[in-house]
């Protein structure tokens, strides 16, 4: 049975697509943002994550295992050694180590998926999103196939960076894609993400010409990709695209920086307050002029 | 006549009782009040209750101070000096007491885990009665008859009637004129009447907790007079405004709020009356919406724009469950369709049933100590489940032989004639009633608690038979200490076991189980009034009740809030409130037809614009369609909470669902107030 790397279950999620909906994360990603929202689906091998406001420096985890001690009252931890086996998130009392990247198998995920199916019902639905989830597309595509027999939408949240053919194996059992778009310049892109753009707008294209419903995600982050010049390139770009239903514009916030920390990555989260609504409103106005349905996620 | 714009004059309004001022004219003060009423008594010691109420109502009906108040389109207040208290306190209490012997009252036994009592507080009349007959078809009904009761019900609304009069004299309001006369024919007619009745019942001790199907009761008023043009749309909302804010005056907001129901068969005038909510914004009135599958996805829209928007004082309740609830405990098909709300959850046939929903309380949890401080060994869970279930049905029998008592005093303490003069069979048997005179007469029994109980047992399971961390004997040492010196177990206790809300069968299967014998029992329990116990699935007062309640084996400390309703302990429901409704969903509503009632909290973003109503009605509709009774919200933030606490002034409007009822946020307690702040913390 196919398996897949995940980092966690989210229920009712309100945000991943219409109506009320379970999103799924999987583990594993191809960029490399800044301000990633969630650091710990980055790697695609497990990693733990040690919620240091939660640990009480007990020592039961050193008990357990040698990567972990307290030295003088301070919890210190060998992230080298650490082989993700998971026995100190067991024995942490206090919840406060949790391993992400734990393996889930298709049926497993259907079961935990399908445990709100009559949420559904009434205009929701299921995501796959990440990290990005089709670098797993194998597990994807059986996973959906299984969701599209018991009648479920199905949605992909992706940021684009994966081969065409990851989209080929999935698009028969998606109903609508979520796809990110941080910036239209490659060299910018590659400066926030770590990557160019140019094939995820590629990809981008092909999708839209399949007819598949797509709504565009761009996380809006000050003095990053919000300038006058950034929203009309992305205009220009999506403006011409036929199958976007929205582009929801979503502001960018600093609440994910404590992970970073606990999963041990540099913290790369800009310095940067979260845009309101009427900084996202000037944005979503830029977009209109391209004949975009622009969607202003704080209003 | 002409009325201020209610905007203009709102702040006013609001005050009504407050600042009433009464007029001195045609009017007896009060010791002459005091005067006739004591040569009554002594003239007639050996009066039937009921009469002897009855002519006390009338006195201050007929003869207190009425209240000037031109400005108001619904006056009506009236000087009573207090004397229907008092002589409820001195003169109906001792009378139950000789008449009842063994009658015991007052708090809740918490070493049982029951409470009983004469419940005054959830009554309403026949409204449709009311409106068809109006008071002089009432009178001449009752005129028919020669009993005590019948005499009662003659004195009654003739002296409502005559009450009526003055207000219209000494405020020139022809509408009051006109409903002493005759059966209301207007919209504003038919308010007046409603609204005079309701305070007449609410001063003589009985509280009216709702005032009926709002849209089906006015429906036809509504049309006649905008067909004949007297009213517009615009004016009929003028008029609910004064209607509606009446109901506020009286308590500003700090009580259980009045209940106005809407559906299931919705009209337009269902539709102006949300919309006059929304513009209200107010904490009372709170409204039930009764829910089907048809109900129109408009409506839907229109009521959780005002659950997204703040106005959370609303309550839907599943209609087809409930009916087939109330079928199962007794009422016909046709009767069950007539249902109200009579009080925040708890449906009564409409003019057919007397609940008393509030009357008993029965707290889970307390049983589970109860077992545990037995000080018997149970050799398996199953074992210390069993003893559990035959704890709950021994206490059921002594909370049923405390609450006999009760239902026979009521009819001593405080006999109803202006509300059972709109009750059919009261008239046909010559009854009160608080003398068995309603169709159904029912013993509501609320069950409370549950999270809290079958979290205990959950964790008793955990520590005590599966992973051995402590025998019972430990146990009930740790309980005795409030878990202090156990502060690793507690940890773990609070993680590891499975918890209620989280759709987790190991313990959602107890929880049915629970429910279901509970309700099995209560269901087959003989009330002292002729008929039924009537089991309801809510808990209430969770931060005074949680403070009589010992530590429990789930890990919380002595003293803490106890669990509300059919939520999960407080932090608890770690996977969101889907896997709470499913876990929720699990247990047949239709075995607490009393009502029960689940909370879902909500942040803000997660209904934020058109989308935000979307999932609300999609929330409603599908906790509905699988088999869910009650459901309500509240849409919090916690750092809105906080900044209210220190900053109440800039938060006036800031609404809480308490239970069945909402008050501003910044007149709770601070305890209470805490208790809300970590739930919304929980969620963030």
């Known amino acids: 049975m196919?398996?897949?790397?995940?980092?966690?279950?989210?229920?009712?999620?309100?945000?991943?697509?219409?109506?009320?909906?379970?999103?799924?994360?999987?583990?594993?990603?191809?960029?490399?943002?800044?301000w990633c929202h969630n650091p710990e689906s980055r790697p695609m091998q497990p990693e733990l994550a040690i919620h240091y406001p939660k640990c009480t420096c007990c020592g039961e985890c050193a008990k357990v295992c040698s990567c972990h001690s307290i030295v003088n009252g301070v919890h210190e931890f060998d992230r080298a050694a650490c082989k993700a086996c998971g026995k100190c998130e067991s024995a942490c009392p206090a919840g406060a180590l949790e391993l992400f990247g734990k393996s889930m198998t298709v049926d497993e995920a259907a079961a935990k998926l399908l445990e709100d199916k009559i949420f559904y019902e009434d205009g929701g639905g299921i995501t796959i999103s990440g990290g990005e989830p089709l670098l797993q597309s194998g597990f994807c595509v059986e996973l959906l196939k299984k969701m599209k027999e018991e009648g479920i939408h199905c949605a992909v949240d992706t940021c684009g960076l994966v081969p065409w053919t990851a989209f080929e194996e999935v698009l028969p059992y998606t109903d609508m894609f979520l796809y990110d778009?941080?910036?239209?310049?490659?060299?910018?892109h590659r400066k926030l993400t770590g990557s160019r753009n140019e094939r995820i707008l590629e990809n981008l294209k092909k999708l839209d010409e399949t007819g598949k419903e797509i709504e565009i995600r761009m996380i809006m982050v000050p003095e990053h990709n919000m300038a006058e010049s950034d929203l009309r390139a992305a205009g220009e770009f999506l403006g011409k695209l036929k199958h976007v239903s929205a582009v929801r514009l979503l502001a960018y916030h600093s609440l994910a920086r404590s992970k970073f920390k606990a999963v041990g990555h540099p913290d790369t989260m800009p310095d940067v307050e979260s845009p309101n609504a009427e900084a996202l409103e000037r944005c979503a106005e830029i977009l209109r002029s391209y004949s975009i349905n622009a969607i202003n996620s704080l209003k | 006549?002409?009325?201020?714009?209610?905007?203009?004059?709102?702040?006013?309004?609001?005050?009504?009782?407050?600042?009433?001022?009464?007029?001195?004219?045609?009017?007896?003060?009060?010791?002459?009040?005091?005067?006739?009423?004591?040569?009554?008594?002594?003239?007639?010691?050996?009066?039937?209750?009921?009469?002897?109420?009855?002519?006390?109502?009338?006195?201050?009906?007929?003869?207190?101070?009425?209240?000037?108040?031109?400005f108001n389109m619904f006056p009506g207040k009236f000087q009573h000096f207090n004397l229907l208290t008092q002589d409820m306190n001195e003169n109906g209490w001792p009378l139950a007491v000789s008449k009842v012997p063994g009658l015991v009252g007052g708090a809740p036994d918490m070493e049982l885990g029951i409470g009983w009592m004469v419940d005054r507080s959830h009554v309403a009349p026949d409204w449709f009665n009311l409106m068809k007959l109006g008071l002089p078809g009432l009178i001449a009904r009752a005129e028919k008859g020669t009993s005590p009761f019948h005499k009662s019900i003659v004195m009654v609304y003739k002296a409502l009637a005559e009450f009526c009069r003055r207000v219209a004299k000494i405020n020139n309001n022809p509408v009051y004129a006109e409903i002493a006369e005759h059966a209301p024919k207007t919209l504003h007619e038919a308010f007046a009447l409603a609204y005079v009745l309701h305070d007449a019942i609410e001063f003589s001790c009985e509280e009216v907790r709702t005032m009926g199907r709002f849209d089906e009761i006015y429906i036809d008023f509504y049309r006649k007079d905008i067909a004949e043009g007297r009213l517009t749309r615009e004016s009929a909302k003028e008029l609910i405004k004064y209607f509606w804010i009446a109901f506020y005056a009286r308590y500003q907001g700090k009580r259980f709020g009045k209940n106005f129901c809407f559906g299931p068969h919705f009209n337009e005038l269902s539709y102006l009356g949300m919309e006059v909510y929304y513009e209200m914004n107010t904490v009372d009135p709170k409204l039930s919406v009764l829910v089907r599958d048809d109900m129109p996805q408009d409506f839907a829209e229109l009521y959780a724009r005002c659950i997204?928007?703040?106005?959370?004082?609303?309550?839907?309740?599943?209609?087809?469950?409930?009916?087939?609830?109330?079928?199962r405990h007794g009422r016909t098909p046709e009767d069950a369709a007539n249902f109200i709300p009579i009080g925040c959850y708890e449906p009564a046939v409409l003019g057919k049933e007397i609940s008393c929903s509030g009357s008993t309380h029965f707290y889970l949890p307390v049983m589970v100590l109860s077992v545990l401080k037995s000080g018997k060994d149970y050799a398996t869970f199953e074992d210390f489940k069993v003893a559990y279930l035959e704890e709950i049905r021994r206490v059921a029998g002594i909370m049923r032989e405390r609450q006999v008592l009760c239902d026979l005093a009521w009819k001593y303490v405080?006999?109803?004639?202006?509300?059972?003069?709109?009750?059919?069979?009261?008239?046909?048997?010559?009854?009160?009633?608080?003398d068995c005179g309603a169709v159904y007469n029912t013993t509501g029994c609320v069950v409370s608690y549950l999270a809290d109980a079958v979290d205990s047992l959950s964790a008793i399971r955990y520590m005590v038979y599966e992973k051995k961390l402590c025998t019972l004997a430990e146990l009930r040492q740790i309980l005795k200490d409030n878990w202090q010196g156990h502060e690793k177990l507690r940890n773990e206790v609070l993680r590891q076991p499975a918890k209620w809300g989280n759709n987790d069968p190991r313990v959602d299967d107890l929880a049915v189980e629970i429910a279901a014998f509970t309700s099995d029992i209560l269901f087959h329990l003989p009330n002292g009034r002729g008929g039924y116990f009537y089991p309801s699935l809510y808990g209430q007062m969770v931060v005074e009740n949680g403070k009589k309640i010992g530590a429990l084996p789930s890990g919380r400390l002595a003293g803490e809030p106890a669990s509300k309703n059919m939520d999960a302990v407080i932090g608890m429901d770690k996977n969101g409130i889907t896997a709470l409704m499913d876990s929720v969903l699990k247990v047949d509503m239709r075995q607490f037809p009393c009502g029960t009632c689940l909370d879902i909290m909500l942040h803000p973003t997660s209904v934020r614009g058109d989308e935000g109503i979307g999932i609300l009605v999609s929330l409603i509709r599908t906790f509905v369609a699988h088999g869910g009774s009650g459901i309500q919200f509240n849409i919090f933030d916690a750092g809105v909470l906080r900044d209210a606490q220190v900053h109440p002034e800039k938060y006036a409007n800031l609404q809480v669902r308490v239970c069945g009822w909402n008050v501003r946020f910044t007149d709770l307690d601070p305890e209470a107030q805490e208790t809300f702040i970590r739930q919304a913390e929980a969620i963030a």
Request: proline share 5%; net charge negative.
């Open chain 1, 2 to 34: 196919t398996s897949a790397k995940y980092i966690d279950v989210k229920r009712f999620a309100v945000h991943d697509g219409p109506g009320v909906r379970t999103t799924l994360f999987l583990k594993g990603c191809s960029l490399r943002c800044i």
């Open chain 2, 414 to 434: 405080n006999p109803v004639p202006l509300l059972s003069g709109t009750f059919d069979s009261c008239m046909e048997r010559g009854r009160d009633m608080t």
């Open chain 2, 308 to 327: 997204r928007d703040g106005r959370t004082a609303i309550v839907s309740l599943n209609y087809d469950v409930v009916v087939a609830g109330m079928i």
């Open chain 2, 1 to 70: 006549m002409t009325y201020a714009p209610f905007d203009e004059i709102r702040t006013k309004l609001e005050k009504q009782y407050e600042n009433a001022v009464f007029s001195t004219e045609d009017c007896w003060d009060e010791a002459k009040l005091r005067q006739v009423w004591d040569d009554h008594r002594k003239a007639n010691p050996e009066e039937d209750r009921i009469l002897s109420r009855s002519f006390l109502i009338s006195l201050i009906l007929e003869h207190a101070p009425v209240a000037l108040e031109t």
């Open chain 1, 181 to 188: 778009f941080k910036c239209a310049d490659p060299e910018k």
